[in-house]
């Protein structure tokens, strides 16, 4: 099959050609989606982060804006502040401009007057943009520019049974073409990180995999928290997944059985020289995790949920999969793809993997997720502390 992306000026590739309203803090955030509803291309989100954090969680925030800025989806850049946050807009572009060459204006609410005064220059800006991206044509590009991120939510016993199965099926037939796969979720491995571990390319990628659980669970246990109290979710328990373990030894089949070739922290950019299966430590939660790896640099997500989920992203195409008959009927508005056919014996695994892999390149070429046709943009940033 054939692939068009967009190449951009850093020599990555896209699969949309966003203008993003970057929101600096919540504070900006009802400002720029008012900025976005005006230009046709651009996107924006509600930021909840940015302001009133510690260090470490300022930078996960910084990271994510980045990354997003970064991220080959996005043709440009308008980074909007409030001004007194403590991701002040310089500091956001400074980072961009680390990671790309790409397009970046800024402004400030308190500098320019107000939010009419900066909505009325900022959609100048964005329609200038816009009117840049679109003389950008697609181009024919290579399967090995693609990188997959891969999230499950809202488990139950099909997530493990059909749906990862399915993912990890793509997930390996991607790695086996020369793209790139992330594997995320990182509370989600304990109890199967010695699976994981046992597939790691090295002993240094193996004992990162062992640290980065090690950790996740020494952090809840400093805090006076039992991690299991929180995960499974009722939802899960409902759909029956009884344990943190058991629901562990579902996610990773999204992974497939391809070789761990490194392992990223939150939201950091995944190298060009690091090709094949990558793991990412991300929080379980699905709006978090999912944007750790859009900041990362991936272009499309595939996102599994046996009890269903409308999540989206302003960044990239979520292709939602279930395993779970039910919950597509029920869903239909959700849900782009049923893997529930692996258990009923209408499908095999090959055809569904082949069928999962045509939906996937159709994405990449221009055809819509339910999420997107619906506007669907949740977005959410680990943390380790509360807001001071």
């Keep these: 099959m054939e692939l068009y992306g967009y190449?951009?000026?850093?020599?990555?590739?896209?699969?949309?050609?966003?203008?993003?309203?970057?929101?600096?803090?919540?504070?900006?955030?009802?400002?720029?989606?008012?900025?976005?509803?005006?230009?046709?291309?651009?996107?924006?989100f509600h930021n909840q982060v940015g302001?009133?954090?510690?260090?470490?969680?300022?930078?996960?925030?910084?990271?994510?804006?980045?990354?997003?800025?970064?991220?080959?989806?996005?043709?440009?850049?308008?980074?909007?502040?409030?001004?007194?946050?403590?991701?002040?807009?310089?500091?956001?572009?400074?980072?961009?401009?680390?990671?790309?060459?790409?397009?970046?204006?800024?402004?400030?609410?308190?500098?320019?007057?107000?939010?009419?005064?900066?909505?009325?220059?900022a959609v100048r800006m964005a329609r200038q943009m816009a009117a840049e991206a679109s003389m950008q044509l697609k181009v024919p590009v290579?399967?090995?520019?693609?990188?997959l991120a891969t999230e499950c939510g809202g488990s139950d016993p099909t997530s493990g049974l059909a749906a990862n199965p399915v993912m990890g099926s793509l997930s390996d037939r991607l790695v086996s073409e020369g793209s790139t796969v992330i594997l995320s979720e990182t509370p989600e491995f304990i109890g199967a990180e010695m699976i994981l571990a046992s597939r790691a390319k090295n002993d240094r990628v193996r004992e990162r995999i062992l640290d980065i659980v090690d950790r996740y669970e020494k952090h809840f246990i400093r805090n006076g928290e039992n991690i299991r109290l929180g995960n499974p979710t009722p939802g899960n328990v409902k759909g029956g997944l009884t344990t943190l373990e058991e629901k562990s030894l579902g996610c990773i089949h999204k992974g497939g059985s391809s070789v761990i070739n490194e392992v990223y922290d939150y939201g950091k950019q995944i190298s060009s020289d690091t090709r094949g299966l990558v793991v990412m430590d991300t929080p379980g939660n699905d709006a978090s995790s999912i944007a750790g790896m859009l900041a990362?640099?991936?272009?499309?997500?595939?996102?599994s949920s046996g009890l269903g989920s409308p999540l989206g992203s302003a960044i990239a195409p979520v292709i939602k999969i279930t395993g779970n008959a039910d919950t597509y009927r029920n869903m239909e508005d959700n849900i782009d793809f049923d893997a529930s056919r692996l258990m009923s014996g209408e499908k095999n695994m090959e055809e569904l993997e082949e069928e999962l892999y045509r939906l996937m390149i159709d994405t990449c070429n221009g055809r819509k997720t339910k999420a997107e046709i619906l506007g669907f943009t949740e977005t959410a940033v680990m943390r380790s502390c509360n807001y001071v």
């Design 51 to 121: 302001c009133s954090q510690v260090p470490s969680d300022m930078r996960y925030a910084m990271d994510m804006m980045a990354g997003f800025a970064a991220n080959p989806n996005v043709y440009g850049t308008i980074v909007v502040g409030l001004g007194c946050e403590t991701c002040q807009v310089e500091l956001i572009a400074e980072e961009i401009k680390k990671r790309t060459n790409k397009p970046l204006e800024t402004l400030v609410i308190q500098k320019e007057g107000g939010t009419i005064r900066l909505i009325e220059k």
């Design 142 to 147: 290579s399967i090995k520019d693609i990188i």
């Design 296 to 303: 990362g640099g991936a272009q499309v997500v595939v996102f």
């Design 7 to 44: 190449k951009r000026s850093d020599g990555r590739t896209g699969i949309r050609n966003h203008i993003l309203i970057l929101p600096a803090s919540v504070c900006a955030s009802d400002t720029t989606g008012m900025i976005a509803a005006q230009v046709q291309g651009a996107v924006s």
